[in-house]
């Protein structure tokens, strides 16, 4: 799961003034959006963001599910109940409708 941070919005002309402070919004994780005449026309995301798009880096869940597929818990030396312990089985807080 990811936290989107606030985008940013620059036309194409702010965005050649303002190159490097963008790159710095995108490496942070703030989604900047380029327009043309108003209208949206790209997004710059970090490299990290872009692979995790593209399908490059998975995600844990997709990783550990295919670990425990391919190696025996218990030759590595882990529990297979290993992740219940860990769960936080409390209710969590009461909420009004």
């Known amino acids: 799961m ?36 108003g209208e949206p026309v790209a997004v710059l995301v970090s490299t990290h963001e872009f692979e995790v798009l593209r399908g490059k880096k998975r995600q ?18 882990v529990s297979p109940q290993f992740a219940r312990a860990l769960r936080d089985r409390t209710p969590g807080r009461d909420v009004a409708l």
Request: net charge neutral; glycine share 4%; hydrophobic share 45%.
């Open 60 to 77: 844990f869940s997709d990783a550990y599910k295919q670990f425990v597929a391919t190696h025996k818990l218990a030759e590595v030396g």
């Open 2 to 37: 990811y936290i989107l941070a606030m985008a940013s919005r620059y036309s194409v002309a702010e965005a050649r003034a303002h190159l490097p402070a963008i790159i710095d919004q995108a490496e942070s994780g703030i989604h900047v959006e380029l327009t043309r005449r």
